[in-house]
C-alpha cells in the first residue's frame, strides 16, 4: 500500500504548499483535516468535444467554435457521489466551482457564489456558480472580469482555469482565517498560487501529471505575500 510521500509531486516551505499525483480517492483518506476545500472538478459535460480549431466568434445565429482538448480527456466524465463525500469530510467549508452540475449527487445548498465575468461577447456563459455547504442563507455575486482578452490569465494552461482573484476572493472570504486550503482536482494550480500569494498552507491532488508539472512551474514563478 502505498504512503502518502508516495504521491509527493512538488513542495515548497513557507507557506507550506505541496502537489500530490494521483487519483484523490487514494490520497485524500491519508490526509488530515484542512481548514477549507475551495476546488473545480471537470464537469463531465463533454467540453473537450468541441469543434476542430478556433473559427472565431461570427456573428448572432452561428455556432461558436470551441477548441479542442481531447489528448488528455478533460472533461471526458464527472466525479462520482463517493468522490465529493471524501473530500467534504476534509474540512467543514466547501466550494465546488460548477456546483450546478453536480446538484444531484450533491448535498442542498443554502449558500451559493456567483462569478459575473462581465461578458460582452456571445460567449459560453456569463456567470459561474459554486455550490458551498456555509451555513448562510444568501447567495453572494463576486464581478471578476473574464472578458475576452481584457480579463484573462495571461498564461492559460486549462481549459477551464479559474482567475487567481476569483481562488483569492475564495481564500479571504471563506477560510474563517484557516490557514490550510486543499484542492482535491487542482488542474493548473490556480488554488495553490492564491495560497502562495497570500501567504496559506495548500494541499492540491491532481491525477494528470501533465497538469502537475503546470501547477509547479505556476507556483515557482509567483511571489509569496511578505504579510
Request: glycine share 8%; charged share 25%; proline share 6%.
Amino acid at each position: 500500500m502505498k504512503k502518502l510521500e508516495d504521491y509527493l509531486y512538488y513542495e515548497e516551505k513557507n507557506p507550506d504548499l505541496k502537489i500530490y499525483c494521483g487519483d484523490c480517492l487514494e490520497i485524500l483518506p491519508l490526509l488530515p483535516k484542512v481548514d477549507l476545500v475551495v476546488t473545480d472538478p471537470p464537469y463531465g459535460i463533454k467540453m473537450d468535444k468541441g469543434f476542430e480549431g478556433f473559427e472565431g466568434f461570427g456573428g448572432f445565429g452561428k455556432k461558436i467554435a470551441r477548441k479542442r482538448y481531447e489528448d488528455d480527456n478533460w472533461d471526458s466524465e464527472r466525479p462520482s457521489a463517493n468522490h465529493f463525500n471524501t473530500f467534504l469530510k476534509k474540512a467543514n467549508l466547501c466550494i465546488v466551482w460548477g456546483g450546478n452540475f453536480f446538484a444531484d449527487i450533491l448535498p442542498k445548498s443554502k449558500h451559493w457564489i456567483v462569478w459575473d465575468k462581465l461578458n460582452t461577447m456571445p460567449s459560453f456563459g456569463d456567470c459561474e456558480l459554486a455550490w458551498t455547504n456555509s451555513p448562510r442563507n444568501s447567495v453572494k455575486k463576486v464581478t471578476i472580469e473574464y472578458n475576452g482578452l481584457i480579463g484573462k490569465e495571461p498564461i492559460r494552461q486549462h481549459p477551464t482555469q479559474k482567475p487567481v482573484k476569483l481562488m483569492n476572493y475564495c481564500l479571504q472570504n471563506y477560510s474563517g482565517g484557516g490557514q490550510t486550503i486543499l484542492d482535491p482536482f487542482l488542474g493548473s494550480g490556480t488554488t495553490l498560487v492564491a495560497c502562495k500569494e497570500l501567504n496559506r498552507n495548500g494541499i492540491g491532488i491532481e491525477i494528470s501529471e501533465k497538469y502537475c508539472a503546470i501547477a509547479k512551474q505556476r507556483l515557482k514563478a509567483t511571489t509569496r505575500s511578505l504579510f
